[in-house]
């Protein structure tokens, strides 16, 4: 079975510095690995995904991801944070090509002062 | 542009009572999911329908029955809701492309509450 850490719950950066939200994970097998944000009162809204090839992976609004195989992580990356970029954050993975399911970390909650 | 669409947003039930959650989405995907998201606890899949006309369970189904009613539409219903069924649902729908696992898309959730 897959499961997924995001072993902070809560961050928090000035505006204009670095963002790193961390996610590692176990699956057996290749992983798809997704990163979603979510706004309050909204569904979850997908920013990028590795499934294979190049280690960083950029997304939108401006993130990237940093996929390593070794330590099994897959942490979110932006180099300039803004105020707009607070929300939850959620990292998830499914184990393959044929399995749709994925598995969720509890989330962390971002918070970007000005 | 409506993607994917939960009815009601909101509902308040109490204990024993049955209840059906609507989604439907208008992108041609074929995949649908239903979650629950409790705080601390990240979203929880409770049932999936990977094509029309196929449904399985996810993680946790207890207590839920889902109808893929056709390609559009997966409804989630609870037979007789307990206090522990209070949450927020969130129903997701993907495409199914060769090469791997592409994103899902999310409804903007119903929140429900079971006294």
């Known amino acids: 079975a897959q499961s997924v850490a995001q072993p902070e719950d809560q961050v928090k950066v000035a505006e204009g510095n670095p963002l790193t939200v961390k996610c590692t994970y176990s699956?057996?097998?290749?992983?798809?690995l997704f990163w979603y944000v979510q706004y309050p009162n909204r569904g979850l809204q997908f920013l990028l995904k590795?499934?294979?090839?190049?280690?960083l992976v950029k997304g939108s609004y401006g993130f990237e991801a940093e996929f390593n195989k070794s330590q099994t992580s897959f942490h979110l990356k932006k180099p300039s944070a803004l105020v707009s970029d607070s929300a939850l954050y959620f990292c998830?993975?499914?184990?393959?090509?044929?399995?749709?399911?994925?598995?969720f970390g509890a989330g962390t909650t971002v918070t970007v002062r000005a | 542009n409506a993607g994917v669409t939960q009815t009601p947003k909101f509902q308040v039930l109490k204990t024993g009572q049955s209840m059906t959650l609507q989604c439907a989405q208008d992108?041609?995907?074929?995949?649908m999911y239903w979650y629950r998201q409790d705080p601390g606890m990240g979203l929880r899949l409770i049932y999936y329908?990977?094509?029309?006309?196929?449904?399985d369970k996810g993680e946790v189904p207890n207590g839920y029955n889902v109808s893929r009613l056709n390609k559009r539409e997966f409804s989630l219903r609870l037979e007789s809701a307990a206090p522990s069924q209070t949450s927020v649902y969130f129903c997701a729908s993907s495409e199914v492309r060769a090469g791997g696992n592409q994103p899902q898309h999310f409804g903007d959730g119903t929140r429900l509450s079971i006294l």
């Open positions: 329908s990977a094509s029309e006309g196929t449904t």
């Open positions: 590795y499934i294979t090839g190049d280690n």
């Open positions: 992108m041609n995907h074929n995949s």
């Open positions: 699956v057996s097998g290749n992983p798809y």
């Open positions: 998830a993975v499914s184990p393959g090509s044929n399995d749709y399911k994925l598995s």
